[in-house]
Nanobody, 123 residues
């Protein structure tokens, strides 16, 4: 089993920044990909970003457009996403997820999920 714990969410004004963290614990030796998803009220969960645990290759959802940067610290089993130039439409619950496989954009590809952290961007 793997446990994921997100932190770093909160309330920020439009144009501001937040850094989310996701700490993985338990049987983490099979990590291949970790990702961030988000879900706004009344909307489906959408892909935000993903990172290869060993090589560090990063992938982003189309809406990110250079505003977010995903990273990881293998020694700490922790993944991050630095979110800059936040917009009110970025308001959502952000979830981290872990996959033992190579596909990264679809929810079914991920084996473990965190509980989510709320990000609210005020206008």
């Amino acid at each position: 089993q793997v446990q994921l714990a997100e932190s770093g969410g909160g309330l920020v004004q439009a144009g501001g920044s937040l850094r989310l963290s996701c700490a993985a614990s338990g049987r983490t030796f099979n990590i291949y990909t970790m990702g961030w998803f988000r879900q706004a009220p009344g909307k489906e969960r959408e892909f935000v970003a993903a990172i290869r645990w060993r090589g560090g290759s990063a992938y982003y959802g189309d809406f990110v457009k250079g505003r977010f940067t995903i990273s990881r610290d293998n020694a700490k089993n922790t993944m991050y996403v630095q979110m800059n130039s936040l917009k009110p439409e970025d308001t959502a619950v952000y979830f981290c997820a872990l996959s033992s496989g190579s596909h990264y954009q679809g929810e079914p590809e991920y084996d473990y999920w965190g509980q989510g952290t709320q990000v609210t961007v005020s206008s």
